[in-house]
């Protein structure tokens, strides 16, 4: 078989999977986000009771967003605690971290970012990676989840003016979906292969009369969530190209098929609490457009330089090869992920420029959990208000008047990423500080510094891993970029909710502009490419394309 | 103002419950689950040879010395202390980096296999292409005064074919290669 009939039979195994499980997995997530009648579980009446919290009560849009914004400082305050103080604490294997690491740690990892500066081999105590790094990596796509489910009550409801209970919205989304899920799929990635021990790293003599560390760590019950919760932050340094995270082809698969599930899956739950599942189709089909033209590109560069005399592998594992790595690529960086299984700064110039403009379309190809969502529906908001302009007709998304409140919130919260991108990588390229951790000069190193900025602010944590990320001008500069692109966005769009869930739904009539067919998302996924290449277009030409050229 | 400590309160006491949940009862259920169903993956696939564990067969090692079928490069010597790869992009940088290597293992940068030339993403790559395993054959063989042919089929019986027959690369593990390689030298030898 050649590599192309391998490569296009793993996508379309892969579409293939996503197909079958998208329908139910949304219809379940639907059910989990309004469960009313049959209650709570009973281990979620204890979590309630242990934290004081009324599930019953419902919240307006400005306590939803206190709590949200309360439980993720605390998160970064309890992790930052945890990693400062690993070297005083049991299990600590030498592990160490500066404080300014040790910051951007807590911050990337609790806003579902998982950059990392430090390599995971030496920075982090067994203590830190389960009690610290595998928790956020459950919560933080849960409060994802919870804002995605507040925004749609925004245009499901039409009386009233709360938006859902943080607290239950979290507990559930966390015991009911990615719970059993990542247990699955932790039990199925140890039978593939991946460790889960808790041996301290060991010196083995080899045959050839030399020496080798074997890493030890409870690494199946981490990727498991870290691929499902749309993490990324690696184990070890090399993240899923180590052979302990992602040891073959099958494993492979099953991490990106991990990615992908719940971001996919969440249109179907879009249309059904928004009671009309074409709603949701139209979202789909516009991720997953995205999606298909990000892999195609991706792929198409690769391959092509896969022709030349390296074969296109440099930085990629064997066990995968190129089609893999490529497909790999631009689900990670379309999901918010970024975990890596090949090293995105090896790729060719327009693989690599593939990959970053993947990103900088917002993360909603389709997204990460959650937040794939409500940056999809805010896509929506604003399509609705162009295409309203154009052809004169009152802007309205399921019958919610899209006013100028409504407007000015989407447009706030979609600027956020483009303003934390360019302007930090514009400080980058003057400030020494930052040009001299680049490994590359020219239009590569360029690619560099934007590539960093791009995936804090959109957090998705992936990097061209030869910028030397590790000081601290770069830390605290990218952590910023990380809580101001998690957490402004997630506040405006839990006001656009409190704004929207107040107006009643006006019924259809000739005026409407339908939402649901194929039309709208043609013009959907239009404003989504043409607001990233206006945005990025001089920036791309200077760094990917430019190299392209030369 | 009381609503913002009301809801932080909530949000401690939520982490400190979601951590004894997520952070402990969790990986510890899979690593029971993996101490019944797959004692030997969540150990790491250990490879022991004379009675001495000698490595993983997930993880590749660095080979020295003609008698053995060489690893890719790698850009930490296969060392496993700290996994990564060299992150050069195509340019002079790697051009460079590639001809260094070409000359470290006596190859022809014209006719050499691409993986025999770049190094992988994690610098632990177990595997090499059947064409890379091919091309060391004869060097192997003549090291060890061993029949060619002999040596040749060792290198057939140890490539493995795409997983499912679709997944991933055909491709051959070198410490499991060479560890047939040095026990069949063994007995040929005794």
Redesign the interface.
Known sequence: MSDTASGLLTIAVLVAALAAVHVPLGTWMARVFTDTDRGHWRVERLVYRLCRVDPASEQRWTTYAVAVLGFSVVGIVLLFALIALQGVLPLDRGAAMNLDTALNTAVSFVTNTNWQSYAGEAGTSPLVQTLGLTVQNFVSPAVGLAVAVALVRGLARSSGSAVGNFWVDLVRGTVRVLLPLAAVAAVVLLLGGVIQNLSAPTTVPTVSGGSQVLQGGLVASQEAIKELGTNGGGYFNANSAHPFENPNAFTNLLEIFLLLVIPFSLPRTYGVLVGDRRQGWAVLGFMATLWGLMVAAVTWAEVSAAGGRLGGLEGKELRFGVWPSALFAASTTGTSTGAVNSMHESFSPLGGGGVLFSMLLGEVSPGGVGSGLYGALLLAVLTVFISGLMVGRTPELLGKQVGRREITLTALALLVMPALVLVFTGIGMVAPLVSSQMLATGPHGLTEVMYAYASAANNNGSAFAGFSADTPYVNLTLALCMFLGRFVPIVLVLALAGSLVTQRRRPVNAGTLPTHTPTFAALFVGVAVIVTGLTFFPALALGPLAEALS | MN??VK??L??????L???V????L??A???G??QV??RD??????VS?GG?????S????????GE?FHS?PSASD??????????????P??DAT?AERAAAAGLD??SA???A?????????????PAYAAAQVERVAAARGLDVGQVRSLVVAHTQG????????P?VDVLEL??AL?RLAASSAG
């Not at chain 2, 997930?58 to 010395?65: D, H, T």
Request: charge should be positive.
């Open positions: 609503n913002v809801q932080s909530a949000g401690l006491r939520a982490m419950v979601l951590t949940l997520l952070g402990v969790y990986p259920a899979v690593w689950v993996g169903v797959a993956q969540a150990a790491g696939s250990l040879y001495k564990v000698v490595g993983s997930l993880v590749g090692q660095q080979w020295k010395g053995w890719r296969y060392a496993g202390a700290t996994s990564g790869g060299t992150n050069l992009g195509p340019g940088a790697l590639v940068i014209a296999p691409a993986d030339l770049t190094a992988s993403g994690s610098g632990l790559d177990p595997h090499i292409s795409r997983t499912a027959g679709f997944l991933g690369q491709r060479n560890l040095a």
